[in-house]
């Protein structure tokens, strides 16, 4: 099992130094009156590469037949893996990710990068969710985190978004939440101080909504007015808004981040893998939750 592992990490760390479309097969140089040759074109079950280019194809079969399957424990190629049924469950979605890849025109590096950070062994975190506040089922079999700051566009904009899936995915997603106030906002912490609060009284989810629905309106004054709304102990309220516990927490969540590498917000964490989406939200968070489900059974019917 040991060089089996070995074997899977020294795949994921190539270097992508070969030029899109170029053979991986032998040095790739024709002998002098030789025509270079093409790889082969490898057919994948489940797998629709009707809407590739023939060079696309020739990619894809490049890289399922070079790739080991995301199994520290399965020394084979991805493409044999996902036609034997292997056990993991993570066979078919991988080939999945390259064929997508390929589509989206991504170059060699692009797509050892996306496949790397999906399957690769090393590229698990240990992102702790004790004590965050969570929003679905306990026992779900994906469990997406999101580092995120009140004040900030972006995560504003990625909030409807993210609670569309989490409504789609109800049942497979549990969603947990952690504060990371960046200094460049003056009221991300207090805004998270309110958060923080407004679940000591059993309305964080409440209060998470009135903060990105509002985000220009960040005052004092208008998180009081949120509170009231909610019809919290305004007096409790704002104790656990300016005590120790709130400061903790808080501190916490930012020292996590950092020690993740955060660059900024939002952030996001799928079963301990940063999910880095290119352009749909919806579709592309959408789709690793899926397959994270779908492997999750192929696994547990396998044994």
């Not at 797509?111 to 399957?119: D, G, P, Q, T």
């Not at 909030?159 to 997603?173: D, M, S």
């Not at 305004?234 to 981040?257: E, M, N, V, Y």
């Amino acid at each position: 099992m040991k060089t089996a592992y070995l074997a899977l990490v020294a795949v994921f760390s190539l270097s992508g130094s070969t030029c899109r479309g170029q053979s991986g097969g032998g040095d790739g140089v024709a002998k002098e009156g030789e025509t270079p040759a093409q790889p082969a074109i490898v057919e994948v079950p489940g797998v629709d590469t009707s809407t590739l280019t023939p060079r696309e194809r020739r990619e894809f079969s490049t890289y399922v037949t070079e790739f080991l399957a995301p199994c520290p424990d399965v020394p084979v190629s991805l493409a044999q893996c996902v036609r034997e049924k292997r056990a993991c469950g993570k066979c078919a979605p991988a080939a999945k990710l390259v064929a997508k890849s390929v589509r989206d025109g991504m170059s060699r590096e692009q797509v050892e990068a996306a496949y790397k950070n999906r399957f690769a062994p090393d590229r698990v975190k240990n992102v702790p969710v004790d004590g965050s506040p969570v929003k679905g089922a306990e026992d779900a079999p994906v469990t997406v985190v999101e580092f995120a700051d009140f004040e900030c566009s972006a995560c504003g904009r990625a909030n409807p978004a993210v609670q569309k899936v989490l409504e789609t995915q109800k049942g497979n997603v549990r969603f947990v939440f952690k504060h990371y106030p960046l200094p460049i906002h003056p009221h991300g912490e207090a805004a998270s101080r309110a958060a923080f609060a407004a679940g000591q009284q059993g309305k964080f989810w409440e209060m998470h909504k009135k903060l990105f629905d509002n985000q220009r309106h960040l005052e004092a004054m208008d998180l009081e007015g949120y509170a009231k709304d909610l019809g919290l102990d305004l007096a409790k309220f704002r104790a656990d808004a300016k005590g120790q516990a709130a400061t903790d927490r808080i501190d916490r969540d930012k020292k996590l981040g950092d020690s993740l590498g955060l660059k900024g917000t939002p952030t996001f964490y799928i079963n301990g893998r940063e999910f880095n989406f290119r352009s749909d939200l919806v579709g592309e968070l959408n789709e690793w939750i899926e397959a994270e489900v779908g492997g999750a059974k192929a696994a547990e019917a396998a044994k």
